[in-house]
């Protein structure tokens, strides 16, 4: 299997595109968007459950439930 990391490589470029017009710039942004795809597709089962889920109140537990927690570093300042 292809780690997610790796992925991340492939897709970001077709995911996302970058507005910055200088080159030191574009790398940096380059990376703050591979991490986000990176995350998207680590956590793609809280991301693409199957649909909420009902309470016997009718409320939806699924918008309740928080995504999984952990830090993205970046170069960017």
């Not at 299997?1 to 897709?11: D, K, Y």
Request: glycine fraction near 6%; hydrophobic fraction near 35%.
């Amino acid at each position: 299997m292809m780690p997610s990391e790796n992925l991340a490589i492939v897709f970001t470029p077709s995911l996302m595109s970058s507005s910055f017009t200088d080159p030191t710039s574009c790398l940096e942004g380059a990376k703050f968007e591979q991490a986000v795809v990176e995350r998207m597709i680590s956590n793609y089962a809280w991301l693409f459950a199957d649909g909420p889920t009902t309470t016997s109140t009718g409320a939806s537990s699924s918008a309740s439930s928080s995504p999984p927690s952990s830090t993205v570093t970046t170069g960017i300042r």
